[in-house]
Structures are given as structure tokens and as C-alpha cells.
């Protein structure tokens, strides 16, 4: 079920925010799906939100500002009134190439009724027909896996810019997180991803060397024909932007750790993505009945 989490890792985020890598009409018909099934507000809108992140980090004018506290950047942005300068220069973020994919505007016009069938309809159903689980146990593991989804999301917004290293700009907020790494599938590299948005790994190294699943999961579709034009960033402009802007000594030793032998995230990732489902299962049975 975290598989749904592709549907903004490499849907919204690193497809239609980021423009990272083009994808086939199958391709984004299938992360339009998983992307409602994550329930994080419609493509366009989720895409505006984190274009206006981007453009206006931790400023009045970003929706989720970590300047204002971990809560506020966590979640309770959800619960206010946006900032008016995220209103006022939110309008000067261009949004006319996801305005105009016909997936996108498909999403949006029939939101609503595609949040009830893929975010609570489907996976009630999977669970009840594979795992042989009733209804109401059935119910509460979907909510239960919405909600952890969220928060891991969410998780990128206030830890990853408030907890970790900055090896690459010292200057801004946004830092490395394993933890985050590992529960949103690939997006806790943070420092990395604000200074090359445009990278369609989000990490400086390839998954191969630590595992990142998104990254895995668009070079499959990569190799599958379904998604082209992955755009990388040279490492000869990684190593000028480390000395210009980050920390040299600590990005020797932070890639040192993060290419080890033995790659503890690589390794938490696997087994975080292969017991969600059955860890979840056992947790409602003990808690609700
Ligand atoms: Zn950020
Ligand atoms: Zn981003």
C-alpha cells in the first residue's frame, strides 16, 4: 500500500511540480490514480503549493513556512489561513503546463469521487478480499494507512527543514533526513533536492549505492519505455555548488557514510516497504479489537 506513495514522490513532486522527467499518457494516468489514492489535495493544487515552497522557502510567502515551528510546518498550515503573501506571489508562479495535461484536469473536475474510490473503496476492498480481513478491520487499516502516509509526507515540510546536515548550502533550511528518506520513499534528502530541484533522483547518489525507491521505481518505468528525459545533474556542478555554498569536509564524509558497505537505509526501506501492510493489519487487530 506505501506503493501508493509513488503517486506523489514521482507523480506530483518529481513529474508534474519539478518537470524532472517526462512520463507516457499511460504512465501519468497510472500516478494520477495513486496520487488520489494518497489523498493530498488534487495534482494542480498539491503542484502550486510546493512550486510556491520552492520559489519562497521558509518566507511569509511559503504556504508551510518552517520559520513558524515544526507544528506549523507539519500540519498546521492545513488548518489556517494562508499568509497573504503566499496568496500575493503565489500568483507570480507560473502553473500553465500542468493546467493544460488532460490527466491533470481529469483529476481535478472529478476529485471528490475519485478520493472515495481509490483512497478509502479499493484499499478497504484489497484488504478484506486478500487478507481474509472483516469490513470494519478492513476500514480502519486503510484510514490507518492514509493517515500514516500523510504524516510521512508531511514529515518532508517540518523535520527535513528543521532536523539534519547541510552539505550542500549552508544557507538554507532545508537538511538531509534518513528518517524521512526512508518513510516517504525516497524524498528525505532535502538540502540536496532545494539546491537541484530538477533532478529527477532527488539525491545526489544513485539508488543503487542507497536505496531510494522512487528513484528505482522511474528508472523501471524508465527502462519499460513508459518514462524518458531524466534529467541528472552533472557532478562536476555538485562538487563547484558544494565549495561555493556547502561544506566540503562534511559532504566527504556524508557521501562516505551514505556509500558504506553496509547501507542501513537501503536495508530499513526494504523492510519498512515489505511489513507496512502486514505490521498495519496486526496493530488494528490489537488496538481496535
Ligand atoms: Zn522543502
Ligand atoms: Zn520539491
Not at 18 to 27: Q, V
Not at 57 to 69: I, Y
Not at 77 to 94: R, S
Request: aromatic share 16%; glycine share 4%; with cysteine.
Amino acid at each position: 500500500m506505501k506503493r501508493i506513495g509513488f503517486g506523489v514522490t514521482c507523480g506530483a513532486h518529481r513529474l508534474w511540480s519539478h518537470r524532472t522527467y517526462e512520463a507516457t499518457l499511460p504512465l501519468r494516468i497510472f500516478l494520477m490514480i495513486l496520487n488520489t489514492a494518497s489523498l493530498q489535495n488534487d495534482i494542480y493544487e498539491w503542484s502550486r503549493d510546493h512550486r510556491v515552497h520552492h520559489k519562497f522557502s521558509d518566507t511569509d510567502a511559503d504556504p508551510h513556512n518552517s520559520t513558524r515551528g515544526f507544528f506549523f510546518a507539519h500540519m498546521g498550515w492545513l488548518f489556517c489561513k494562508k499568509h497573504p503573501h503566499v496568496l500575493d506571489k503565489g500568483k507570480t508562479v507560473a502553473l500553465d503546463d500542468i493546467a493544460a495535461d488532460p490527466v491533470v484536469a481529469f483529476q481535478r473536475q472529478f476529485y471528490k469521487p475519485l478520493t472515495m474510490i481509490f483512497t478509502f473503496y479499493i484499499p478497504t476492498y484489497i484488504i478484506c478480499y486478500y487478507f481474509g480481513e472483516d469490513y470494519y478491520s478492513a476500514f480502519y487499516l486503510s484510514c490507518f494507512r492514509y493517515c500514516f502516509s500523510l504524516h510521512s509526507t508531511w514529515l518532508v515540510n517540518s523535520a527535513a527543514h528543521l532536523y539534519g546536515v547541510k552539505p550542500y548550502d549552508t544557507r538554507i533550511n532545508p537538511r538531509e533526513s534518513k528518517l524521512v528518506q526512508i518513510l516517504t520513499v525516497g524524498e528525505g534528502y532535502h538540502n540536496y533536492h532545494h539546491v537541484f530541484p530538477f533532478d529527477y533522483s532527488a539525491s545526489e547518489v544513485s539508488w543503487t549505492q542507497d536505496l531510494n525507491l522512487s528513484t528505482m521505481f522511474i528508472d523501471l518505468c524508465a527502462k519499460l519505455g513508459l518514462a524518458y528525459n531524466l534529467k541528472k545533474v552533472d557532478p562536476k556542478l555538485i562538487q563547484s555548488r558544494v565549495e561555493r555554498t556547502g561544506d566540503v569536509t562534511l559532504n566527504q564524509i556524508y557521501l562516505e557514510n551514505r556509500s558504506g558497505s553496509f547501507k542501513w537505509t537501503s536495508v530499513l526501506s526494504l523492510i519498512y516497504l515489505l511489513l507496512i501492510i502486514p505490521v498495519g493489519v496486526v496493530l488494528v487487530r490489537k488496538v481496535f479489537f
